[in-house]
Antibody, heavy 120, light 110 residues
């Protein structure tokens, strides 16, 4: 069973870059057939898709975040990463990584989520 | 892209049936069968309940069913149980090759 685990700083200062990594176990991010995605959830709010990467190369981003987001992959470590630049308090959220089936566009495996707070 | 529109809350008694709607546009819900539904309990990651409008993953109760008409998808839960008390989100693929979620619906089993 595929497992995903987010890691990274829980506190980021305003205007800095938020960086998170998702480590995937029991499944290769390079095997094809899946997007590897980031989603966030503001406190008490709904889910917001941030973007995903396919085959360690092609990336797709939420238009509202596109100018600040970079998703990349490190196949040697079986990890993919999120960078969100110029953060503000509005970027405070629980960040999830997830696997997405290319065939059905369904999010079938999720990490547990990690809370990132933007504050000075 | 705008979030898909879901009712903020619905409620039902044990044993009853409820339906949650998810309204989009022809560029997302209406244009594709890639509509999924997720259940989220407090402090937990979302769990896939329905995919491709009406398909259930292995292990999901057949009390959960999905449908779509035009730009609106629906999730129906029959025989409500206390454990169904949770937040529910729909998602859809879009013509921009992106994904959009609904705003979420809080289901209360009273």
């Amino acid at each position: 069973q595929v497992q995903l685990q987010e890691s990274g700083p829980g506190l980021v200062k305003p205007s800095q870059t938020l960086s998170l990594t998702c480590t995937v176990s029991d499944g290769s991010i390079n095997s094809g057939g899946y997007y590897w995605s980031w989603i966030r959830q503001h406190p008490g709010k709904g889910l917001e898709w941030i973007g995903h990467i396919y085959n360690s190369g092609s990336t797709y981003y939420n238009p509202s975040l596109k100018s600040r987001v970079t998703i990349s992959a490190d196949t040697s470590k079986n990890q993919f990463s999120l960078k969100l630049s110029s953060v503000t308090a509005a970027d405070t959220a629980v960040y999830y990584c997830a696997r997405v089936s290319v065939d059905w566009l369904l999010f079938d495996y999720w990490g547990q989520g990690t809370l990132v707070t933007v504050s000075s | 892209q705008s979030a898909l529109t879901q009712p903020a809350s619905v409620s039902g008694s044990p044993g009853q049936s409820i339906t949650i709607s998810c309204t989009g546009t022809s560029s997302d819900v209406g244009g594709y069968s890639y509509v999924s539904w997720y259940q989220q309990h407090p402090g937990k990651a979302p769990k896939l309940m329905i995919y491709d409008v009406s398909n259930r993953p292995s292990g999901v109760s057949n009390r959960f069913s999905g449908s779509k008409s035009g730009n609106t998808a629906s999730l129906t839960i029959s025989g409500l149980q206390a454990e169904d008390d949770a937040d529910y989100y729909c998602s859809s693929y879009t013509t921009s090759s992106t994904v959009v979620f609904g705003g979420g619906t809080k289901l209360t089993v009273v």
